[in-house]
């Protein structure tokens, strides 16, 4: 294959249909980089992070006759990648508390947690204030206990405490304004 040749995206999504080993590779090395990115931002571990990404490229590579072009190339395999974040913290235990909220949390419709992404799920996350954002990441994600986050941060146990229990009030209000805007739509 010719290295200074460039294809568009439709020639590599078209070789990816015909499962050509090298429009893979191309496509993997054009969008690595930024996916590799994306997950590190939710795990801090390299080798995670790129079983995740590896995870999401197999997943994009089975499902790559299913792109239309009616968005980005970029967007769609941004969104697979984004599943298999989810898959990998669903699969481990520590990480499950962060898509469930706690048990207490019972009372979101669960039509708002399934139906929305994760990366919704995240962007909610990042509407938090930065202290609340940092405490809930670490609790809740990275599956810190709050003797440690306070330890990290320089907070007590108790204000620790305090900030997961604020940020979980708020996604709560989050995902339910979530639930009645989708229900709207739908509608």
Known sequence: MDKQKTYSEQDLVEGCVRNERRFQELLYRQYFPKMMSMCMRYTKDRDIAMQIVNNGFLRVFKKIDQFSFKGSLEGWIRRLVYHSVSDYFKRHSKYARFLILEERDDSIRQTALDDLYFQDVLRLVDMLPA?????????????????????QQGISVGTSKWHLSAARKRLKELLEQSDDRFLKVVS
């Open 131 to 151: 202290a609340t954002k940092e405490v809930f990441r670490l609790f809740a994600i990275e599956g810190y206990s709050h003797k440690e986050i306070a330890k």
